[in-house]
């Protein structure tokens, strides 16, 4: 089968280098081999999350985490922040659940703001609040730190924060933001297939978990603490992703957080200026943008599906057209992973010829 290189907001390009380190051979997932490996990882891990606190793997989507902290951490009522598919999605997921939740609905390519927080908070109705940092439907970055700020006025509510598609991109560091659970999933900045989320979670998220009943077993939050002192999972874990994890880890703490940080962002300003010099505009404002992705208005009324043809068919590449309702009216190039000056700038030739063949 003929390669289709991938520039969609995830699952992103993986590289043979990591598809090889998957390739390490089985293990069993109770046996010291996997005990070692998970042992190896932990500190990388705790680098890249900015934290002291364990960080957790888990055989699943990063939904699996998402609706896992809702079961784990709700007992009065939350509050979901919504500003696109994926956070309206949770509000969802809450009621779902059986939650009291509300929504916090924000116009789509919008931001999230941290005084809208704190005025519903402020009513004491709600104990969590669930919050995307880097929207994938929509390119929308919200000031997380600003956001996070607020948990020092109410050190009562658990703050979850969804980083699946910032995560590595920007810094997103754990214990200096002082939130309660921050999760993310392989298939995006990592460059790994799907199938693996990663989450860190406070020591009060810890101490509000053990007083919730129903929170179930697959994503207990107490199982896999009490697994991750053995250096273990609560469950069967994806042992090939894993050993990729591994080799990324290598890769990303070899490169340097701040030179991978600043790379994306180099990137990204790549592919903005193509925006710009074709006359398009951005469908999340300055200063609220996507360093992993750009979310592009189709202001110029091009035909995105022939415009994503012409690439696969020309370029053996391929760009993701509008999510759900902005279907037709935005495109999304990524920019994430292991891209590099060279293959943004191929990228962007042929998005140029793709676009003079409308």
């Given at each position: 089968?003929?390669?289709?290189?991938?520039?969609?907001?995830?699952?992103?390009?993986?590289?043979?280098?990591?598809?090889?380190?998957?390739?390490?051979?089985?293990?069993?997932?109770?046996?010291?081999?996997?005990?070692?490996?998970?042992?190896e990882i932990q500190?990388?891990?705790?680098?890249?999350?900015?934290?002291?606190?364990?960080?957790?793997?888990?055989?699943?989507?990063?939904?699996?985490?998402?609706?896992?902290?809702?079961?784990?951490?709700?007992k009065k009522k939350v509050l979901n922040c919504c500003n696109g598919a994926f956070s309206d999605k949770w509000f969802d997921v809450s009621k779902r659940c059986g939650k009291e939740a509300e929504a916090y609905q924000v116009e789509w390519g919008q931001p999230v703001m941290a005084d809208e927080i704190d005025k519903?908070?402020?009513?004491?109705?709600?104990?969590?609040?669930?919050?995307?940092?880097?929207?994938?439907?929509?390119?929308?970055?919200?000031?997380?730190?600003?956001?996070?700020?607020?948990?020092?006025?109410?050190?009562?509510?658990?703050?979850?924060?969804?980083?699946?598609s910032g995560f590595t991109t920007v810094p997103v560091n754990f214990d200096e933001l002082g939130i309660d659970v921050l999760l993310t999933g392989s298939q995006k900045a990592f460059a790994l297939p799907p199938g693996l989320a990663?989450?860190?979670?406070?020591?009060?998220?810890?101490?509000?978990a053990e007083t919730i009943d129903d929170r179930g077993y697959y994503f207990d939050f107490i199982e896999f603490r009490a697994n991750g002192e053995k250096s273990m999972t609560p469950s069967t874990p994806c042992i090939s992703l894993i050993y990729g994890l591994k080799h990324q880890l290598n890769q990303m703490l070899t490169e340097g957080l701040d030179?991978?940080?600043?790379?994306?962002?180099?990137?990204?300003?790549?592919?903005?200026?193509?925006?710009?010099?074709?006359?398009?505009?951005?469908?999340?404002?300055?200063?609220?943008?996507?360093?992993?992705?750009?979310?592009?208005?189709?202001?110029?009324?091009i035909d995105v599906a022939a415009f994503i043809a012409n690439l696969k068919r020309d370029h053996s590449l391929i760009i993701d057209g509008g999510y759900g309702k902005l279907k037709g009216k935005t495109f999304r190039i990524s920019n994430m992973g292991d891209e590099t000056d060279e293959s943004i700038t191929a990228l962007i030739g042929a998005l140029d010829d793709a676009l003079s063949k409308l």
């Open positions: 089968m003929s390669h289709v290189k991938l520039y969609i907001p995830g699952p992103v390009e993986v590289s043979p280098a990591t598809y090889a380190a998957m390739s390490a051979p089985m293990m069993g997932h109770r046996g010291k081999g996997f005990v070692d490996l998970y042992a500190p990388k891990l705790q680098a890249l999350f900015g934290t002291k606190q364990q960080v957790f793997l888990s055989t699943s989507s990063a939904w699996g985490v998402m609706e896992g902290s809702i079961r784990n951490l709700v519903r908070l402020a009513t004491g109705e709600f104990d969590a609040l669930t919050f995307i940092h880097n929207e994938t439907s929509t390119g929308v970055l919200s000031p997380i730190a600003e956001i996070a700020a607020l948990k020092k006025k109410y050190p009562d509510v658990m703050f979850i924060t969804d980083s699946v990663l989450f860190a979670a406070s020591a009060a998220a810890m101490k509000r030179n991978r940080y600043a790379r994306h962002a180099r990137l990204n300003g790549m592919v903005h200026e193509w925006v710009r010099r074709n006359g398009f505009e951005f469908f999340a404002p300055e200063g609220y943008r996507s360093k992993s992705l750009t979310c592009v208005a189709n202001n110029k009324g």
